[in-house]
């Protein structure tokens, strides 16, 4: 009989240490994301955010430490592996592929499977089915209206939402997001933001790398703080802002 699984951790970083050139970038970071979670992330430029998120999807490799997904130990799998366990990651600086439209860049994403694994590419899915899960992924993100567009001829708040599609085409246990609203008018971050607020669900938890604190105060209720590659603080979005070693780092204020 197998045991019912009794833990709703779907992400749990366990002391990862990545160094560049003798330098550690990220030092003993440790968090833990459960299902159906918005956790925010947040901390200095250079605090070693981006690092962090490319260490746990795979796309550079810790010096040491564990990462944990959904209860498996994905620490020495290769990034293609970790994107076919579940692990999505819309990256701080975007690269749509400028010469397909909104719609066939999200079903390149949601076909990218059959690319990556045998398994997969032996299970036929037609293009057309891509097509129809990145429609309604693009209408989830408020693109229905440009899926035939090219990112060329669209601003900077369609192409975040793009890359948030993108991630999601991959039906992510663990979506990884870095710095979403970052370029955005205030109007279009807070609509961003209203977007974020709605992504966790059963089966998957949201990790928002993000400086806009103001957003991330309105939707996240947990929040993990980084400086200096270090952790800081971890817990209730309130008591962690509030933490005299946060302010003095993140905010900047003396006493
Ligand atoms: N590939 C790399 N090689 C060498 N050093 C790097 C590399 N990537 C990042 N770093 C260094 O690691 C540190 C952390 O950078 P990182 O980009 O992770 O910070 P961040 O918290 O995401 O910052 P920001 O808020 O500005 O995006 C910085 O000192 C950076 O210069
Ligand atoms: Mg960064």
Do not use: W
Request: hydrophobic share 45%; with cysteine; net charge positive.
């Amino acid at each position: 009989m197998i045991a019912a699984k009794t833990s709703s951790l779907l992400l749990d970083v366990k002391n990862v240490t990545v160094t560049f050139g003798g330098l550690n970038a990220v030092d003993g970071a440790r968090l833990a994301l459960e299902d159906n979670q918005l956790l925010g992330f947040i901390g200095p430029n250079g605090a070693g955010k981006t690092t962090l998120m490319r260490a746990i999807i795979g796309m550079l490799t810790p010096s040491s430490g564990q990462i944990i997904l959904d209860g498996q130990d994905i620490s020495s799998r290769r990034l293609v592996d970790r994107i076919n366990l579940g692990m999505a990651l819309a990256q701080q600086i975007i690269k749509p592929l400028k010469d397909m439209t909104l719609l066939d860049n999200v079903a390149l994403a949601a076909g990218s499977g059959k690319l990556l694994s045998p398994i997969k590419a032996m299970i036929h899915r037609s293009r057309q089915h891509e097509q129809d899960i990145a429609h309604g992924l693009l209408t989830e993100v408020g693109l229905a209206d440009a899926i035939y567009k090219y990112p060329a001829e669209l601003p900077l708040g369609f192409l975040k939402r793009l890359e948030v599609a993108r991630a999601l085409a991959r039906q992510p246990k663990v979506l990884l997001l870095d710095e979403p609203l970052a370029g955005l008018s205030i109007k279009e971050a807070e609509d961003m933001a209203d977007l974020i607020m709605g992504l966790p669900c059963k089966g998957r938890g949201v990790i928002l790398i993000e400086h806009n604190l103001s957003q991330v105060r309105r939707i996240c209720k947990t929040l993990y703080v980084q400086n200096n590659g270090r952790p800081l603080a971890f817990g209730a979005t309130e008591d962690v802002l509030e933490k005299r070693e946060v302010q003095m780092a993140y905010l900047g204020k003396s006493e």
